[in-house]
């Protein structure tokens, strides 16, 4: 059966609306080699022949499975509980679609109405939308609801140099052409001297929680000083770290945005992620994406529906906030289960185990002649470590010699930090790991 859906007749009559007589006239604009290119495609396989080759190609690369891990910087080895992997491979959850169709879809629909709850209550946000494709976006789109907010008439953004450098370029990405100024990132500043930043053409403040050096920074005050001066605060929070400490609703922020990948998603050498987005009631009509409401049926049961999208497709494209209309929906389904699974309790206790597990292997790493931990502020699962050698030539080490993933070398986006790495330490890695990772910098630095 052909899905193509374009008789002859269609495809002559397309072809002479445009003006061209044939396929070819039409691509008349590409060299003609590069038409049709010879594919160098190897002979058929077949699947057991398959099989052994992805093996093949699986062996060669570096897994949590086969190594001790210490990289973080934005993707995290959390623990899985089996059970998300068992209920995401459900039929109905696996493979379907957009939910426009509430009376077919109740099961889609609540589940995206349970994870927004919960990341409402995560975040201590009033409104959570149905996702972003990764932290990165939900950063992006943000910006562009402070920008609607102002209604257009501020449009310069406040940067941490602490948010993830990835995010920051993402966002000057996605916001090109937009007449979007972008400042306070150029060099590390206190959050004092990023207020001091602040002008009546600013829309948006944003900081990270923890920062991408995972330091956690005094924002007491912040919120208040911004919104005297009409400026909206985004926190860009790691969704484990708010299971101990203060949430960005606590903080007084107004936009709570961030990688929600460690909710119970693979690394999966970088996706498919999930970007949380959550913010105040006064905000929840000019975010993009979809937010799923809980209301009756003419039985008076209780029934889901799609509440607001306000999205380029469903209303007039001028007043549109953003062209997103694709949400992350099987990974929020992913967060939601690991959430529901782990609870209250469960989720401060990986917070906890993280914290700890950090902190002593920062302090016994500290001990080593030639390192040097940084203790200047509070941290949480990450921090940084003065070298005695060039991070690059102690990874190589880590890697080869002792199976062991070393952390990042925080001089690739940040000059001033040369021979300094960022160790992530969660709570995957064992006593036992951590004891070897510090054994390894020994040896390494004799």
């Known amino acids: 059966m052909s899905y193509l859906p374009h008789t002859d007749a269609d495809r002559r009559a397309m072809l002479a609306a445009i003006g061209v007589e044939s396929i070819e006239e039409l691509f008349d604009a590409v060299p003609e080699q590069y038409r049709f290119p010879h594919l160098a495609l190897p002979e058929p396989l077949s699947e057991m022949e398959v099989l052994s080759e992805l093996y093949g190609l699986q062996a060669a690369n570096a897994s949590v499975q086969d190594f001790s891990l210490f990289l973080g910087a934005g993707a995290y080895h959390h623990f899985i509980p089996s059970a998300i992997n068992h209920i995401l491979l459900r039929g109905e959850f696996y493979t379907a679609y957009t939910p426009y169709q509430p009376e077919v879809s109740q099961g889609t629909l609540q589940a995206i109405f349970e994870y927004q709850s919960m990341l409402c209550a ?264 003065r070298c005695p050698r060039p991070v690059a030539e102690i990874n190589a080490r880590l890697l080869e010699d002792y199976g062991i993933i070393g952390g990042y070398d925080l001089a690739q986006d940040y000059p001033d930090r040369a021979n300094t790495m960022l160790i992530a330490v969660t709570e995957m890695n064992t006593r036992e790991e951590i004891d070897a990772l510090v054994a390894a910098l020994e040896e390494i630095a004799s």
């Open 122 to 385: 995560l975040t201590g946000m009033e409104a959570a939308n149905a996702s972003h494709y990764d932290g990165a976006t939900s950063l992006a789109e943000a910006i562009i609801v402070a920008i609607n907010e102002a209604r257009g008439k501020r449009r310069k953004v406040v940067l941490s140099a602490g948010i993830n450098p990835q995010y920051r370029e993402v966002v000057r990405t996605y916001l090109q052409g937009q007449d979007v100024t972008f400042v306070g990132d150029d060099r590390v500043r206190t959050p004092a001297e990023l207020l001091g930043l602040v002008d009546d053409q600013t829309a948006m403040l944003a900081v990270a929680y923890p920062n991408f050096f995972g330091q956690i920074e005094d924002f007491t005050g912040l919120a208040d000083s911004l919104h005297n001066q009409k400026v909206l605060l985004t926190l860009v929070a790691d969704p484990i770290m708010l299971g101990l400490f203060k949430s960005p609703g606590e903080l007084g922020a107004d936009m709570a945005v961030g990688e929600g990948q460690p909710l119970g998603i693979p690394l999966s050498f970088g996706g498919p992620y999930l970007g949380y987005f959550a913010c105040t009631k006064q905000l929840v009509r000019k975010i993009s994406g979809r937010i799923i409401g809980e209301t009756r049926d003419n039985r008076g049961q209780r029934a889901f529906v799609m509440t607001l999208r306000p999205r380029e497709q469903d209303i007039r494209r001028e007043k549109a906030t953003s062209n997103i209309c694709t949400n992350q929906g099987l990974m929020a389904l992913a967060a939601g289960i690991y959430l529901s699974l782990m609870g209250k309790c469960g989720l401060k206790t990986v917070a906890n185990l993280c914290y700890q597990k950090s902190h002593y292997a920062a302090r016994e790493i500290d001990k080593l002649p030639g390192f040097s931990v940084d203790w200047s502020k509070p941290f949480f699962k990450e921090f940084m470590v």
